[in-house]
């Protein structure tokens, strides 16, 4: 994740990338909450059970963008200056999802909304209109830390707090290499991301959202020791279209290595 690094000044101020800013506009897209009852998508990560986030909200961030740029030229008569970003920018979306009223920061680092938990995604679009504000959200976490006792690698080293390095997550999606022992002794049969801090947070028990998002039917009739003979391109074909091709099959493979079978 050396983007971080690389990003770190425009993530503190947009208007160092985009010195044209003046207002963002902040979205977020419900997904299901559901896991596949059997097979791989037992493993897999609630927002990773469909169809990649990117490629679903596209056509409608890509539609409002369009809106806001028709309706500023029929309202000022000058076409405003947009960006739109799907996670894909220097853009720190949760902090400004919560300045943006949609809601507050959780003591697990992620957004958490009185309606849908933290089970939605987020999309932003930057824009030169001087649009008002909406008020940020309440903080409604109270003294409740069961996200941060649930977690079984320890990752949270305080409320708000999060060490990437002891985050399954992060060592299922982001790195290439087998797991350290550290993670691989605690992985709780996760395969790709986790989701045991939301699975325990009292604000999620909202269900619906997006059908694109809802447990593809080949999760459930792969098992994880079935990407060991698996073809690349089977795998292609299994998993096109799907967050888990970011880790690919050899990555896929060292992780499925340390869940046990059944």
Same mark, same amino acid.
């Not at 960006?83 to 853009?91: H, L, V």
């Not at 959200?137 to 069961?146: K, N, Q």
């Not at 006792?149 to 990437?164: I, K, M, R, W």
């Given at each position: 994740m050396a983007y971080l690094r690389r990003t770190a000044e425009v993530r503190k101020d947009v208007r160092r990338q985009f010195p044209w800013a003046r207002s963002i506009v902040m979205l977020a897209a419900q997904h299901p909450g559901e896991k596949a009852d059997r097979g791989l998508g037992r493993h897999i990560a609630r927002y990773a059970q469909g169809?990649?986030?990117?490629?679903?909200?596209?056509?409608?961030?890509?539609?409002?963008?369009?809106?806001?740029?028709?309706?500023?030229?029929?309202?000022?008569?000058?076409?405003?200056?947009?960006?739109?970003?799907?996670?894909?920018?220097?853009?720190? /979306? !949760?902090?400004?999802?919560?300045?943006?009223?949609l809601g507050w920061m959780g003591k697990n680092t992620l957004i958490l909304?009185?309606?849908?938990?933290?089970?939605?995604?987020?999309?932003?679009?930057?824009?030169?209109?001087?649009?008002?504000?909406?008020?940020?959200?309440? /903080?409604?976490?109270?003294?409740?830390?069961?996200?941060?006792?649930?977690?079984?690698?320890?990752?949270?080293?305080?409320?708000?707090?999060?060490?990437?390095? !002891?985050?399954?997550?992060y060592h299922t999606i982001e790195t290439k290499t087998d797991l350290p022992p550290t993670i691989s002794e605690h992985l709780e049969g996760n395969l790709f991301g986790c989701d045991i801090c939301q699975e325990v947070c009292p604000w999620n028990k909202s269900k619906g959202g997006e059908t694109r998002f809802q447990p593809r039917p080949a999760y459930r009739a792969i098992e994880p020791a079935n990407l060991r003979e698996m073809s690349v391109e089977a795998f292609r074909s299994a998993f096109k279209g799907s967050p888990l091709k970011r880790p690919g099959l050899d990555k896929l493979r060292l992780t499925a290595q340390h869940i046990p079978r059944g």
């Open positions: 169809d990649d986030y990117h490629d679903v909200l596209d056509a409608p961030l890509r539609e409002l963008e369009e809106f806001i740029q028709q309706d500023s030229s029929r309202l000022t008569g000058a076409v405003a200056q947009t960006r739109r970003y799907i996670d894909t920018g220097p853009i720190p /979306e !949760k902090s400004f999802a919560a300045e943006a009223g909304n009185e309606s849908y938990g933290s089970y939605f995604l987020l999309a932003d679009i930057l824009t030169d209109l001087d649009l008002p504000p909406d008020p940020p959200a309440v /903080e409604r976490c109270g003294s409740c830390t069961l996200c941060l006792e649930s977690c079984p690698t320890g990752a949270f080293a305080a409320p708000y707090v999060l060490d990437s390095t !002891k985050c399954i997550s």
